[in-house]
């Protein structure tokens, strides 16, 4: 039974750092690789304060990594298979009466290349 506990708290912080659509949207970004802050804020249109922020949060969670070049960080998904399990949130959003748009749902899996 603790094993379980100890699972479920795992699980439970990752959907915590997740639940931010900054950061899901961050994570989808980074599914073709490593990016740095200024490419992430411009895709995102958010300033690069903000997506730094969210970058630390991600990164002391260990759901990125970093890499400096000079003056750039450049950061990745630790395990990439998280933005597919993020996909895969899709058939729950789309299963549910949430008020987000079908046709909505259809352009986030064509951008996100599900």
Request: charged share 25%; glycine share 6%.
């Given at each position: 039974?603790?094993?379980?506990?100890?699972?479920?708290?795992?699980?439970?912080?990752?959907?915590?750092?997740?639940?931010?659509?900054?950061?899901?949207?961050?994570?989808?970004?980074?599914?073709?690789?490593?990016?740095?802050?200024?490419?992430?804020?411009?895709?995102?249109?958010?300033?690069?304060?903000?997506?730094?922020?969210?970058?630390?949060?991600?990164?002391?969670?260990?759901?990125?990594?970093?890499?400096?070049?000079?003056?750039?960080?450049?950061?990745?998904?630790?395990?990439?298979?998280?933005?597919?399990?993020?996909?895969?949130?899709?058939?729950?959003?789309?299963?549910?009466?949430?008020?987000v748009d079908s046709?909505?749902?259809?352009?986030?899996?064509?951008?996100?290349?599900?």
């Open positions: 039974m603790p094993s379980r506990i100890a699972v479920a708290r795992e699980l439970a912080d990752i959907l915590k750092v997740l639940a931010h659509p900054d950061r899901v949207r961050m994570v989808e970004e980074l599914r073709s690789g490593e990016l740095d802050v200024s490419t992430l804020a411009e895709r995102l249109q958010l300033a690069q304060a903000r997506v730094s922020q969210h970058l630390t949060l991600l990164r002391s969670h260990r759901l990125v990594g970093d890499r400096r070049l000079g003056r750039q960080h450049f950061y990745h998904l630790t395990q990439p298979e998280l933005a597919q399990w993020i996909v895969s949130g899709l058939d729950f959003v789309e299963g549910r009466p949430s008020g046709d909505d749902i259809s352009a986030a899996r064509k951008l996100w290349g599900a």
